[in-house]
């Protein structure tokens, strides 16, 4: 998103993924397999009773189930810090 590129474009995800040391290639031939795929919708399924509407966005659960929802980049500190204090949830 902060550089424009078409992320429907499999040639940009491929891309992006070697730049970073991943085997793009691999990546997009496992994203089209039916677990894989199953993952996705589970995982979409999750999020969405979890209200998230952004990304990225991180949900944590404690154990005594007290959650919290940290949405943006600017929140991953405080993701983070709840982590280790779940007071902050």
Known sequence: WGEDADI?????IQGL???????GKALLQAAT?????NAL??????AVAANVFGAPT?????????SGVFWGND??????LALDDN???
């Open 58 to 66: 991180t949900v944590i659960t404690t154990p005594e189930n007290k």
């Open 87 to 89: 007071t902050l949830l």
């Open 41 to 46: 919708r589970e995982s979409t399924a999750a």
């Open 8 to 12: 429907m474009d499999a040639d940009v």
């Open 75 to 80: 929140r991953l500190e405080l993701a983070r």
């Open 17 to 23: 993924c070697e730049e970073v040391g991943l085997d």
């Open 33 to 37: 397999q039916p677990d894989i795929k």
